[in-house]
């Protein structure tokens, strides 16, 4: 009995990969024969289409490159803060202090995103040398990183709570709670963290699109998140 029930379900399954299969296959002769019936004078506009698109890409990412995107760096104050953020629609700044192990582990996954979101700028800044910023937005946890979009903060990830509650969180997890502020162009799925390179038992804060304004962000701790 439990034979024939398998033999069913793998009949089954057989088929819904034969349909797929089948599926896919009429797409692309669909595609081709689109393709097919083009004039030569078509397809020319279509080069030129692909190829104006091309160029506007590659325009945007000198645009990009020129004003420090695609690398992961230090400012040197709370004045230069200002500039940055002003000079650059998405920017992530990673408030940081030395002594604080954790934000070397920021530091890490942070190095790693700036080289592959061109389209956000990702800095880094030492609360010590930004007593005016850090109580201006209200940052008592450290690492906090200060998610800053059109020159206006839109969100803060506080310590680690957000990344499974672990300081072994991979690139990913970080990857997908920048995505859910929208201050990266994530395609992943925005639902569900990533769970790869996740310890068992680890736990993470589902997150909403919000917009928190610096004046009313507050901390339950007053201390470093060490």
């Not at 104006?52 to 709370?78: F, M, V």
């Not at 859910?180 to 395609?187: E, P, V």
């Not at 736990?203 to 917009?211: I, W």
């Amino acid at each position: 009995m439990a034979s024939h029930s398998m033999e069913m379900v793998t009949k089954v399954l057989e088929q819904q990969v034969l349909n797929s299969a089948r599926l896919v296959e009429e797409q692309l002769d669909a595609e081709l024969e689109k393709l097919e019936r083009m004039d030569e004078d078509e397809l020319e506009r279509l080069k030129e289409r692909r190829l104006e698109a091309l160029k506007k890409a590659q325009k945007q990412k000198q645009e990009w490159i020129s004003k420090g995107h695609g690398e992961y760096k230090e400012i040197p104050s709370e004045k230069d803060f200002f500039a940055e953020v002003k000079d650059s629609k998405n920017v992530v700044c990673h408030f940081y202090r030395d002594s604080t192990f954790r934000c070397k582990i920021l530091d890490k996954h942070l190095n790693i995103l700036a080289k592959k979101h061109l389209e956000t700028k990702f800095i880094k800044l030492n609360v010590e040398k930004a007593p005016f910023l850090t109580e201006r937005l209200r940052i008592k946890v450290i690492p906090t990183l200060a998610l800053v979009k059109d020159g206006k903060t839109k969100d803060y990830v506080v310590g680690f709570t957000d990344l499974g509650n672990t300081d072994e969180f991979s690139t990913e997890m970080l990857e997908w709670r920048l995505g859910c502020s929208d201050i990266i162009n994530y395609s992943g799925n925005l639902l569900e963290p990533p769970t790869v390179g996740q310890k068992p038992g680890s736990k993470f804060t589902k997150v909403e699109k919000k917009t928190i304004r610096g004046k009313g962000y507050d901390s339950d701790s007053e201390s470093d998140d060490d």
